[in-house]
């Protein structure tokens, strides 16, 4: 693989879909790097020194400069290193050389993380019945959002990026075990061949790739580990109640 361990670290968590997505990039461009697994009870004093603004992951630590945010990582590592791009199905830049077709890739980006995952933390955390159905009216409201964008961005090709993977094919790359996850806890199937057929043809043709298959968690550890969080809270919640009374 190109570049180098000792250049390139990666603070993440295993889970989170915006470390997922700066490890997709780092598989797509065939780079090497240190990998750092970040405890969210306990973070890291580097991972507080090197974001102390947000003290999340990820971040990237390149020549010992912090990078922080997944789409500014992503964007990155593009310029960084243009000519990398090891596995089949990457080209060697990620964003489009044409700049309409590059704003265009990065509004969709945006879109993923505004919308989608706003929509997915109301399923997940919604304190009523009704906010959780709005949570995933939005989910799929999103997915035919994106089934447009896929259209137009790809231009009746594979992916996001064309022929090749590419910037929005990142971006919403490092949601796909989420994507099959939140099917299993909560059926909802987002990317229905019935309905979205383009997005199922893309979420089936991205899991295939090699780069994916190389950093990408199993769906079965994202349900498992929202269960486990499920029932912490439960406990904690069941803890307070008897506190109170």
Known sequence: MAG?????????MWASPFA?????ALSFKGLSYDYVEEDFKNKSDVLLSSNPVHKKVPVLIHKGNPICESQ????????VFPDAGAFPGADAALLPSD????????????YIDDKLFSAWKMVFKGKTEE??????????????????????????????????????????????????????????KQFDAAKTPLLAAWL??????????????????????????????????????????
């Open 72 to 79: 500014v990582i992503v964007q990155y590592i593009d310029e």
């Open 131 to 188: 906010e959780k159905a709005e949570g995933r009216k939005q989910t799929f409201a999103v997915a035919e959002t994106l089934e447009g964008a896929l259209r137009e961005c790809s231009k009746g090709k594979p992916f996001f990026g064309g022929d090749a993977v590419g910037y929005v094919d990142v971006a919403l790359g490092g949601f796909v075990p989420w994507v099959h996850a939140m099917e299993e806890l909560f059926g909802l």
């Open 20 to 24: 997922l997505r700066a490890k997709l």
């Open 99 to 110: 700049p309409l077709d590059r704003a265009v890739a990065r509004f969709w980006a945006s």
């Open 204 to 245: 089936e043709r991205v899991g295939e790739l090699e780069a994916y298959k190389a950093v990408m968690p199993d769906a079965g550890m994202m349900i498992e580990f929202k269960k486990k969080q499920a029932q912490e809270a439960a406990a904690a919640a069941a803890a307070a109640a008897a506190a109170e009374a």
């Open 4 to 12: 180098g361990g000792e250049e390139l670290k990666l603070l993440g």
